[in-house]
C-alpha cells in the first residue's frame, strides 16, 4: 500500500507562487515515476507534470510550461511542484499520482485557488 498526502495549496494572486509537496508513505517511491494532476471544477482531471524516478526526466503540459517545475527528493520520498506566475486559470485541485506495480495511487488533493 502506498498513501500520498498533498500539502502547500492556497489562495493567491495571480502573478504569485505556490509550492506544492506529496509526501509518500508505505512504500519508497525512488523506483517510480511520479506526476501531478489537477481537476478544475466541471472539467476532467488533466496532466500537469511527470518526472521520471530519477529525476532527470520531465514533462510538462503546455499549459503549465515554463512556469511550473516538478522535482523530487527520493531521500524524503516526496515529490514538489514549484508554480511561478499563478493565473486564474491554474485553480483547481491538484492531485500527485504513482502507479507501482501496476496499481495507480493518488492522493487527496490540495485545493489551489488563484485570484485575479
Known amino acids: 500500500q502506498v498513501q500520498l498526502v498533498e500539502s502547500g495549496g492556497g489562495l493567491v494572486q495571480a502573478g504569485g507562487s505556490l509550492r506544492l509537496s506529496c509526501a509518500a508513505s508505505?512504500?519508497?517511491?525512488?523506483?517510480?515515476?511520479m506526476g501531478w494532476f489537477r481537476q478544475a471544477p466541471g472539467k476532467e482531471r488533466e496532466f500537469v507534470a511527470r518526472?521520471?524516478?530519477?529525476?532527470?526526466?520531465?514533462s510538462y503540459a503546455d499549459s503549465v510550461k515554463g512556469r511550473f517545475t516538478i522535482s523530487r527528493d527520493n531521500a524524503k520520498n516526496t515529490v514538489y511542484l514549484q508554480m511561478n506566475s499563478l493565473k486564474s486559470e491554474d485553480t483547481a485541485v491538484y492531485y500527485c499520482?504513482?502507479?507501482?506495480?501496476?496499481?495507480?495511487?493518488w492522493g487527496q488533493g490540495t485545493q489551489v485557488t488563484v485570484s485575479s
Open positions: 508505505g512504500r519508497t517511491l525512488s523506483t517510480y515515476d
Open positions: 518526472i521520471r524516478w530519477s529525476g532527470g526526466s520531465t
Open positions: 499520482k504513482t502507479t507501482v506495480v501496476g496499481v495507480t495511487y
